[in-house]
């Protein structure tokens, strides 16, 4: 068994040697929190800060801190590390690692432990910490007190960033200085390290720290002795993996000359984490995009908003369909893959962590020519009928939306519109309202984060605050719901002498949850077959007052009722973008729930009267010129 260097107490050079091997993966950012039995992390968490190889976050909620981490690496595109100490710290991030593993984000977990002459003694705060995350981590090593973490580290972050190593016999526990290793590529993911640390856990006498916090990297910095690693950049922004960056297309990704493509009624839809060549398929192969907003591919000329109303009038007309990323908000969309009446075909480059294989019913593919040859190009008309109908669906939502007060959809597509740098959108309400609403822009103008790997609502707070420090300058805007807000209300605190984000929060404040109503519980409410049952276990009412979270929290605070109102404020500059120091800023726009149900058959209504022609003359040989012709709603009174 190795052991770490002797210039100090055994534990602390443990976790020394962590925090070096960290740094040297390229890992910057480690977020902390407090405890007893992890005290050697801290103590060298601070060294590390003070050489200025780690940014260090304290955060005394671990739940929090996972999902702030998660932040981090989604905006980053590097891995981040998160540790806690021993006991029920450990299970709170399990939340932070089911989300990662499903969205495939390099988290590295360091979890302190009691040592082995401990365990199963009823000693305080120990537990059964290896393996406690399960199939939800890539890989779990547990560290005995006294050996160098560095070995089984450095194979572990490998690990979190899609790089699996063996020698025929099993995985190594290290790569340095091992010849006929054999290297292949794994899905990224979490990985966690619980490492034992036995008494001293303080330095030892005299040893001494310069200053309580010194000169962290920056967080696009490249620093280190490893460099840029797999999935980073020198500048800190991801590199273009295939799906889910936000680097510009590669026009020489699809080689096969499309005029020897047949021609098709194909439709390429961009699930979360698409990326933008998603839309250069589109594009390239003149079919009609049907991107979610967290696909990023939301732009260009062929990306068609309310597409989960036209599913329905085109769906008879459509050939083929290719996925990119991973589709996780429409049922219509649900549908059309799920029914097996229409080939179809996902598009996997490199493995992912978010289906097991065999389960899928689309032909799996991961080589772009073959590809272009299952989607052809684009039969005539098609797109056109596409574009068409997204135009009049657009209108006819307008006319909807436009003519009443302000809504969830109305915030959704003012903030949409409004945003640039990032956009994180919370789960529930706020994304689909968004998916409705937003309207795709030519080029993009934000890059959007959520947490869609399993689409909780739980630290969506916490999400946003480290996307928003891991890009640093800039303003990040999070729009979520008032009961997700209120989930991870805790994610607003800060500890004296943590960096301040510069942050709006847009809460969409109805006084509940309102996405049950449109869903099969709204029919069942009314009916009133279980009375108040749904608005009291599914809407869960509340009253409480964001004014006041604000002041406890020292965020500043603004209180929206109207459309023109909320133009304003998210046209104002945000304090950060000034010049000043960043800000938080809560932005509580007070919205009506009762009518969600309605007003969603209202607009299903006015657009599939509106787009019912259109979609009629799809596959007619004067498709294209019927399609240039206008479609302009009904008044949205008549629809009531």
């Known amino acids: 068994m190795r052991t770490p260097a002797d210039d100090g107490p055994i534990s602390l050079n443990a976790a020394r040697s962590a925090l070096q091997t960290l740094a040297e993966g390229g890992v910057r950012h480690l977020v902390l929190c407090p405890g007893s039995r992890s005290a050697p992390l801290a103590y060298a968490a601070a060294e590390a800060e003070e050489r200025g190889e780690l940014r260090v976050h304290v955060r005394v909620d671990e739940r929090d801190a996972g999902f702030t981490a998660l932040g981090l690496s989604l905006a980053s595109g590097r891995p981040v590390a998160v540790a806690t100490t021993s006991g029920t710290a450990v299970g709170e991030l399990l939340p932070a690692i089911m989300e990662a593993n499903h969205a495939g984000v390099p988290l590295v977990v360091l979890s302190a432990d009691r040592p082995e002459e401990l365990r199963g003694t009823g000693a305080n705060q120990t537990t059964d910490q290896p393996g406690l995350f399960g199939s939800h981590v890539r890989l779990c090593v ?66 001494a720290l310069a200053s309580t916090r010194g000169s962290a990297p920056d967080s696009g910095s490249a620093g280190g002795a490893g460099g840029p690693q797999r999935g980073g950049s020198e500048d800190g922004e991801p590199q273009d993996r295939g799906t889910g960056s936000d680097a510009g297309p590669r026009d020489e990704v699809f080689f096969t000359p499309i005029d020897d493509l047949p021609e098709r009624r194909t439709v390429v839809i961009a699930g979360h984490d698409a990326g933008p060549v998603a839309e250069e398929f589109a594009r390239r192969h003149g079919l009609p995009l049907l991107a979610e907003p967290s696909s990023n591919a939301r732009f260009g000329p062929h990306a068609v908003g309310p597409y989960r109303l036209l599913l329905a009038p085109f769906e008879s007309h459509i050939e083929r369909v290719v996925v990119f990323g991973r589709p996780t908000l429409s049922r219509p969309v649900e ?27 689309e032909r799996i593919i991961d080589e772009p020519e073959d590809l272009s040859l299952f989607a052809g190009r684009g039969a005539p008309g098609w797109l056109d009928a596409w574009r068409a109908a997204g135009a009049a669906a657009e209108r006819s939502i307008a006319g909807v939306l436009d003519a009443g007060p302000m809504t969830g959809l109305l915030l959704a597509r003012q903030v949409w519109a409004a945003s640039r740098g990032a956009l994180v959108i919370g789960s529930s309400n706020a994304i689909r309202d968004a998916d409705l609403a937003g309207l795709p822009a030519g080029a993009p103008a934000a890059r959007i984060f959520a947490n869609r790997g399993l689409a909780g609502i739980d630290g969506t707070v916490a999400t946003a605050t480290g996307v928003a420090l891991a890009r640093g300058a800039g303003r990040t805007t999070l729009l979520l719901g008032d009961v997700t807000f209120l989930h991870d209300v805790g994610g607003l605190f800060l500890g004296d002498g943590e960096v301040e984000p510069d942050l709006d929060i847009v809460v969409l404040n109805d006084g509940g949850g309102a996405i049950f109503s449109t ?79 309605a007003l969603h058959r209202r607009i299903a209504s006015a657009v599939a009267e509106a787009v019912a022609p259109i979609a009629a003359g799809a596959t007619a040989p004067d498709a294209a010129t019927a399609a240039d012709q206008p479609s302009s709603p009904a008044p949205a009174t008549a629809r009531h």
């Open 519 to 597: 869903l099969e519980h709204g029919l069942v409410a009314e009916s009133g077959r279980y009375g108040s049952t749904v608005e009291r276990f599914f809407g869960t009412p509340h009253r409480v007052r964001l004014d006041g979270l604000a002041a406890a929290y020292r965020l500043d605070y603004v209180r929206v009722d109207d459309p023109a109102a909320l133009r304003a404020v998210l046209d104002a500059r945000a304090p950060g973008e000034s010049g000043g120091r960043p800000r938080r800023r809560i932005v509580d726009v007070a919205i009506d729930r009762t009518d969600v149900r």
């Open 142 to 207: 547990d560290i005995p007190a006294g050996q160098d973490p560095a070995p089984e580290l450095r194979r572990a972050m490998l690990t979190a960033e899609g790089i699996a190593a063996s020698d025929g016999r099993g995985e190594l526990p290290g790569l340095g200085g091992v010849e006929g290793i054999s290297v292949h590529a794994v899905a990224r993911g979490p990985v966690h390290l619980n490492i034992a640390f036995r008494d001293p856990l303080v330095p030892g006498p005299g040893a």
């Open 335 to 361: 549908r059309l893959l799920a029914g097996g009446a229409v080939p179809a075909a996902l598009y996997v480059p490199e493995p992912v962590g978010w289906f097991d294989v065999g389960r899928r019913r």
